[in-house]
């Protein structure tokens, strides 16, 4: 039951948001590094995005490494889709892959 | 509880037999690594698959008694 309601809630927190960013803390308070990582590459790019802070919710916190196939957090969705973890965040905004996907998808952005 | 280099090198190269697997032990604690991973499985793969395939080698420890992995993947050039 309680499995259902957290895909339920995963599953709209990604559609109702362009862009959603599953983390440890929020993105003003990140409690963890890795978490941290990504909300502040967002915010460099002055990309608008909902964090859903995970360590208040454990159904959710469980419930989003079953919902990807991906065993860690952060997570982030961009329309829908499951863009990666910490590493592949943070490699993809190294290359500039990111400001590509964003514009890509739509999503707007500092250059 | 820590992993060993050797033991997550060895469970990589098992889930991905052609795997060329290089660890470095990030601060020396036995609880932060780094792993690049160069494997032919990987051609034509989205970055996301990739990795997937690394934790999926990895057995459910990834995120359990493995906390820290910065994981690089890529097919050989």
């Not at chain 1, 915010?43 to 208040?56: I, R």
């Not at chain 2, 991973?37 to 359990?64: C, D, I, N, P, T």
Request: some cysteine.
């Amino acid at each position: 039951m309680s499995e259902n309601l957290s895909t339920d809630r995963i599953q709209s927190e990604i559609n109702e948001n362009d862009v959603v960013l599953f983390m440890k803390g929020s993105p003003m308070f990140p409690q963890c590094g890795f978490s941290a990582a990504v909300a502040q590459a967002l915010t460099t790019l002055e990309v608008k995005f909902k964090g859903v802070d995970v360590l208040e919710d454990a159904d959710i916190r469980q419930g989003i490494k079953e919902f990807s196939n991906w065993p860690t957090i952060p997570q982030l969705y961009v329309k829908g889709e499951f863009v990666g973890g910490c590493d592949i965040v943070r490699e993809m905004f190294e290359s500039g892959e990111l400001q590509q996907t964003f514009t890509e998808k739509g999503i707007e952005h500092a250059a | 509880m820590a992993m060993e280099a050797a033991e997550i090198e060895l469970l990589i190269k098992e889930g991905i037999p052609d795997a060329v697997v290089t660890i470095e032990d990030l601060r020396g604690d036995g609880d932060h690594y780094a792993a690049y991973v160069v494997s032919e499985a990987f051609a034509g793969k989205s970055r996301v698959q990739q990795h997937q395939m690394v934790y999926q080698a990895l057995q459910g420890r990834m995120g359990g008694e493995l906390h820290a992995l910065a994981l690089q993947t890529s097919a050989p050039e």
